[in-house]
């Protein structure tokens, strides 16, 4: 299963948790937008920045981990599950 999300802050994206979460940006706009919030911070610092990342899991109970996000100061707009046919045991 597939579960999307969307965070959305001010800062520099916090890049630990691409490995907390094991989340990966879900397309190249987010990249761009992660790439863009490291190189140049100062110019996010102005307005919010929303990235939809991803992550393969096993359960619904699983992943956004929010009060992580929260301490970044970012914040988990939405999720949302999907099942992917190539990614279920058969």
Do not use: H
């Not at 965070?7 to 706009?29: A, Y």
Request: contains cysteine; negative net charge; proline residues 6%.
């Amino acid at each position: 299963m597939l579960c999307k999300f969307t965070v959305r802050g001010k800062s520099q994206f916090p890049l630990d948790m691409l490995s907390l979460d094991m989340c990966f940006p879900l397309d190249k706009e987010d990249v761009k937008k992660v790439e863009l919030s490291v190189i140049e911070p100062y110019k996010q610092n102005k307005e919010f920045i929303e990235i939809t990342l991803a992550t393969i899991i096993e359960k619904e109970i699983q992943s956004p981990s929010i009060g992580l996000w929260q301490s970044y100061g970012w914040e988990v707009l939405s999720k949302e599950y999907v099942k992917e046919p190539f990614l279920e045991n058969k």
